[in-house]
């Protein structure tokens, strides 16, 4: 089993030694601390969220039920009711099965490193440093695209309620990208200044985030004109140019997309109270409350989406606007009900904000990132990584200037949350199997899945391949310089890039996750 390697004696500390022993049986201590000091970190931040608020917090941030309305049309041109029904229910079983094996490294390492530190500990030790690594970078790749892709539709949505009120309003690319600012600023807000009100806020979020889902079905239900029975269960509608089979798994994005982040409770663990057990329930309680809400609107759209020609064409740029003004039948309502989802889209960048800057902030106190020493600052009047937000939004803000150039280039980037993503989760998933099919000791945490862990860890694994793989695809053919998925280039240049980076300095620099210098000063004191 690898070990924690601390920075000033550059000894390795295993696992259930006996220093540790001594340390967890000492007096009276919680589980979080017993997690931490087997770890080797220094508590930094505070512990403020519970498990309510936390839920909040990661069911905000999948946003599934918002989500569908924005990222329906993949899915839609590519087999209709077939692909996103049925698509959506194997999406789900998937995300699922990854969100158990996840669930169980939580449990086994709560730490805002997630990945990349669940990685070092279930290597080889001859891989452990190189697998590590290569999971933090494309973690940090993931959680930075993610984070500027809410931004993104905040700002363009408020644009798309623009064209819809004025329709002598001719939109620009620059105007978009102010909006966004204007999203981007609002959450760097909640995420320093009212930071400690930010546990309450996700807790009142999770309130709205059911009261606006009923805001908008039953206005859709009882008002817009229903498409027939068949049209959504059975009417294959394949628009893509691709063949029937593989039109169903490029279609897949859509669903695959609706389940992304849930383990952003993971990079919060070091903010939460009882984490071991609360970071496995809170991703659970997620996966199930946004399905169900999340497959509800997808039935709702498929029934309500009205005339498919006019929906697909609207000047607007986002179909769901024209179906929401099908059905009031009025601007003033679908202005209403599109700014509920804009309202839910921008409290979901809070969070994303939140666990790209912690992800990051854990990466750079391990030594994984350049200027990591200032990076891994954490501001101690307000008790947050205050740096790694800083350069969170400034990446964030540098990203929106493509869109002024074009608006497919800066797509091509924030869908790159889910090669990102996925690549993280297959590294850290395929451990998790080797170490089962050797026979090796696994310290599991409170939660574990027995002797179902292996068959869920290979259902999961699959799964992930496959919503990787296929998120590459443009989502219609013949392909164009427009319409290229363009994030297998650009996913391709950051890790070929962080290759370089890893060649010429990052196998010197990084060692693994550190044990904190100041805790092992401490327990060399004791």
């Given at each position: 089993?690898a070990?924690?390697?601390?920075?000033t004696?550059?000894?390795?500390?295993?696992e259930g030694s006996?220093?540790?022993k001594e340390e967890?049986?000492a007096?009276g201590?919680?589980r979080?601390?017993?997690d931490m000091i087997r770890?080797?970190?220094?508590?930094?931040?505070?512990r403020n969220?519970?498990?309510l608020?936390?839920?909040g917090?990661t069911?905000i941030m999948l946003?599934s039920?918002e989500s569908?309305?924005?990222?329906?049309?993949t899915?839609?041109?590519n087999g209709g009711?077939?692909t996103?029904?049925y698509?959506y229910?194997?999406?789900?079983?998937?995300s699922l099965a990854?969100?158990?094996?996840?669930?169980?490294m939580?449990?086994?390492y709560?730490?805002?490193?997630?990945q990349?530190?669940?990685a070092?500990?279930l290597a080889?030790?001859?891989?452990?440093?190189f697998?590590s690594w290569?999971?933090g970078?494309?973690?940090?790749?993931?959680w930075?695209?993610?984070?500027?892709s809410?931004?993104?539709?905040?700002?363009?949505?408020?644009?798309?309620?623009l064209v819809?009120n004025?329709?002598?309003y001719?939109?620009q690319?620059?105007?978009?990208?102010?909006?966004?600012y204007a999203?981007l600023?609002v959450s760097?807000?909640v995420?320093?200044?009212a930071v400690?009100?930010?546990?309450?806020?996700?807790?009142?979020?999770?309130?709205?985030h059911?009261?606006?889902?009923?805001?908008i079905?039953?206005p859709l239900?009882?008002?817009a004109?229903q498409?027939?029975?068949?049209?959504?269960f059975?009417?294959?509608?394949?628009?893509?140019g691709?063949?029937d089979?593989?039109?169903?798994?490029?279609g897949?994005l859509t669903s695959?997309l609706?389940f992304?982040?849930?383990d952003?409770?993971?990079?919060?663990?070091e903010?939460?109270?009882?984490a071991?057990?609360?970071?496995p329930r809170?991703m659970f309680f997620?996966?199930?409350?946004n399905?169900?809400?999340?497959?509800?609107?997808?039935?709702?759209?498929?029934f309500?989406?009205g005339?498919?020609?006019t929906?697909?064409?609207?000047?607007t740029g986002?179909p769901?606007?024209?179906i929401f003004r099908n059905?009031?039948?009025?601007?003033?309502?679908?202005?209403?009900m599109?700014s509920?989802?804009?309202?839910?889209?921008?409290f979901a960048?809070?969070g994303f904000l939140?666990?790209?800057?912690?992800?990051?902030?854990a990466?750079a106190?391990d030594?994984?990132?350049?200027?990591?020493?200032i990076i891994?600052?954490?501001?101690?009047?307000?008790?947050?990584?205050l740096y790694?937000?800083a350069?969170?939004?400034?990446?964030?803000?540098?990203?929106a200037l493509?869109?002024?150039?074009?608006?497919v280039?800066?797509?091509?980037?924030?869908?790159l949350?889910?090669?990102?993503l996925f690549?993280?989760?297959i590294v850290?998933?395929?451990?998790?199997?080797?170490?089962?099919?050797v026979?090796?000791?696994?310290?599991?945490?409170p939660?574990?899945m027995?002797?179902?862990?292996?068959?869920?860890?290979?259902?999961?694994?699959l799964y992930?391949?496959?919503?990787?793989?296929?998120?590459?695809?443009?989502p219609?053919?013949?392909?164009?310089?427009?319409s290229?998925?363009?994030?297998i280039?650009?996913y391709?240049?950051?890790v070929?890039f962080?290759l370089i980076?890893?060649?010429v300095?990052?196998?010197?620099?990084?060692?693994?996750?550190l044990m904190d210098r100041r805790?092992?000063?401490q327990s060399?004191a004791?």
């Amino acid at each position: 089993m690898a070990g924690l390697k601390d920075e000033t004696s550059h000894e390795f500390v295993h696992e259930g030694s006996s220093s540790h022993k001594e340390e967890h049986g000492a007096s009276g201590l919680t589980r979080d601390e017993q997690d931490m000091i087997r770890m080797g970190k220094l508590q930094e931040t505070k512990r403020n969220f519970g498990l309510l608020p936390l839920l909040g917090f990661t069911t905000i941030m999948l946003n599934s039920w918002e989500s569908v309305f924005p990222f329906f049309l993949t899915g839609f041109i590519n087999g209709g009711g077939p692909t996103l029904i049925y698509g959506y229910i194997f999406c789900f079983v998937g995300s699922l099965a990854m969100c158990a094996s996840i669930s169980e490294m939580a449990s086994m390492y709560p730490t805002s490193g997630g990945q990349y530190h669940w990685a070092a500990l279930l290597a080889p030790p001859k891989w452990s440093k190189f697998l590590s690594w290569l999971t933090g970078w494309v973690s940090v790749l993931g959680w930075q695209a993610g984070c500027a892709s809410g931004t993104y539709l905040g700002g363009t949505i408020i644009q798309g309620l623009l064209v819809l009120n004025n329709p002598s309003y001719i939109p620009q690319r620059w105007q978009g990208t102010l909006l966004l600012y204007a999203v981007l600023l609002v959450s760097v807000f909640v995420n320093t200044v009212a930071v400690r009100m930010l546990p309450a806020l996700e807790g009142v979020i999770l309130i709205l985030h059911v009261l606006g889902f009923l805001a908008i079905l039953i206005p859709l239900v009882h008002l817009a004109p229903q498409s027939p029975v068949e049209f959504v269960f059975q009417t294959w509608l394949n628009g893509s140019g691709y063949p029937d089979g593989l039109s169903w798994f490029v279609g897949l994005l859509t669903s695959s997309l609706l389940f992304i982040g849930f383990d952003g409770a993971c990079h919060m663990a070091e903010e939460v109270k009882n984490a071991s057990i609360n970071v496995p329930r809170s991703m659970f309680f997620t996966i199930f409350l946004n399905g169900a809400l999340g497959f509800s609107m997808i039935l709702v759209i498929l029934f309500c989406i009205g005339d498919v020609d006019t929906a697909l064409s609207t000047p607007t740029g986002y179909p769901f606007i024209e179906i929401f003004r099908n059905a009031t039948q009025s601007k003033a309502g679908a202005t209403a009900m599109a700014s509920i989802l804009i309202a839910m889209i921008i409290f979901a960048t809070f969070g994303f904000l939140a666990s790209a800057s912690r992800q990051m902030w854990a990466f750079a106190r391990d030594q994984g990132l350049p200027f990591s020493s200032i990076i891994s600052k954490v501001d101690r009047r307000w008790s947050i990584p205050l740096y790694s937000i800083a350069l969170t939004a400034i990446i964030n803000s540098l990203l929106a200037l493509i869109n002024i150039g074009s608006s497919v280039a800066f797509n091509a980037i924030v869908s790159l949350l889910a090669a990102g993503l996925f690549s993280s989760y297959i590294v850290t998933i395929s451990l998790m199997i080797r170490k089962r099919v050797v026979g090796e000791h696994i310290p599991f945490g409170p939660w574990n899945m027995g002797k179902y862990g292996f068959a869920v860890n290979v259902y999961a694994l699959l799964y992930s391949i496959i919503a990787m793989v296929f998120s590459f695809f443009p989502p219609t053919t013949p392909v164009t310089a427009v319409s290229m998925n363009w994030s297998i280039v650009v996913y391709s240049g950051v890790v070929i890039f962080g290759l370089i980076f890893w060649v010429v300095r990052g196998r010197k620099q990084w060692q693994g996750p550190l044990m904190d210098r100041r805790f092992a000063q401490q327990s060399q004191a004791s």
